[in-house]
């Protein structure tokens, strides 16, 4: 039996999913978190290993002779040097599409978030501002409905595909802007079409050379005074000085990210306290279905390296 480690295993399984599944492949160890500098130490007899967040380098690798086999618990891999990996004969595999709904659902939590505004009206309530009310209602600040609206997306793999196809119910007009069209898709326009037309603007696309602080201080000032931007994708899309001048000076109406470029939150990261900004924790993904799925498409993962047939390869 296979010796497999699993580096931090806290983000998938606080406690809720545990990891026994696996003991029928290998003799499995978890641990919560790892330190970088602990990661060669601890995974040096492996021939096996789960990781989310942990980097994987040519040194580390150069130290473990007799691993073989890395499965990135996320879709994302930029964490390992795939290079590296391909020089010690190391199969890499990832999990693709495993948390479209729930990140689908999450931009749709930050866009009624500006435009039913529940949890702020929800706190005003509980202050007692219902009770001192001579109407039977009131509002604090300005309400508005999505049908009609432009939600604009930027990038249409999985994820963009389904918020499309959510914003189309909620009766919205919806425009992409991906570099790979294909048939059946929304409007499709450039990059500074969709700035300047979205209500709504959400980010999919992968983080590459290209899409690297692509949202900046000129592309923001192409956007409308009253539009939104959201963020559930890579924190690496934007600069955050930019953008907090931005919120703070009015140019946009608001900001939502469930991602930042360097996480946890730096506590000098311009965006914390900026106006009309919202942020979440990473936790898009992190609904109790959508780490399940994780785990069972983890799972298959391993089965098919074991059986000698590998499924999603990233090197």
């Known amino acids: 039996m296979i010796k497999l480690t699993i580096l931090d295993g806290h983000a998938v399984n606080p406690g809720d999913l545990p990891w026994d599944f696996l003991k ?104 007692g501002d219902w009770v001192k009310c001579p ?30 196809q959510i914003g189309k119910a909620f009766g919205m007009k919806v425009i992409c802007c991906t570099r790979t069209p294909k048939a ?27 899409t690297t602080n692509i949202i900046n201080k000129q592309r923001l000032s192409l956007m409308k005074p009253t539009a939104y931007l959201i963020n559930t994708a890579r924190g690496g899309f934007i600069v955050e000085q930019d953008l907090a001048d931005c919120l703070n000076a009015g140019g946009i109406a608001g900001f939502a990210a469930d991602v930042l470029l360097k996480e946890p939150m730096a506590k000098d990261n311009p965006l914390l306290g900026a106006k009309n900004c919202v942020i979440t924790p990473h936790i898009a993904w992190a609904p109790y279905e959508t780490r399940k799925r994780l785990q069972g498409i983890a799972e298959a993962n391993l089965k098919a390296w074991l059986d000698g047939s590998p499924v999603n390869v990233v090197s």
């Open 24 to 127: 029928k492949y290998a003799d499995i160890t978890v641990y919560e978190r790892t330190p970088q500098e602990e990661v060669a130490t601890r995974i040096a007899d492996s021939d096996a290993i789960f990781l989310n967040k942990i980097q994987i380098t040519e040194e580390i690798l150069s130290l473990c002779p007799k691993l073989k086999y890395i499965g990135v618990l996320a879709t994302g891999y930029n964490v390992i040097d795939l290079e590296a990996a391909r020089r010690h004969n190391i199969t890499v595999t990832n999990i693709p599409a495993y948390s479209t709904d729930s990140v689908a659902q999450h931009v749709f939590s930050f866009i009624l978030y500006f435009t039913n505004q529940v949890a702020q009206h929800s706190q005003s309530v509980m202050k």
């Open 184 to 210: 059946g898709m929304p409007t499709l326009v450039s990059f500074e079409e969709l700035l300047k037309c979205s209500d709504f603007l959400t980010l999919h696309a992968p983080l590459t050379a290209e």
């Open 135 to 164: 109407d039977f209602c009131y509002w604090n600040g300005s309400l508005s409905e999505l049908a009609g609206k432009t939600l604009g997306i930027f990038g249409y793999g999985h994820i963009g595909s389904r918020v499309a």
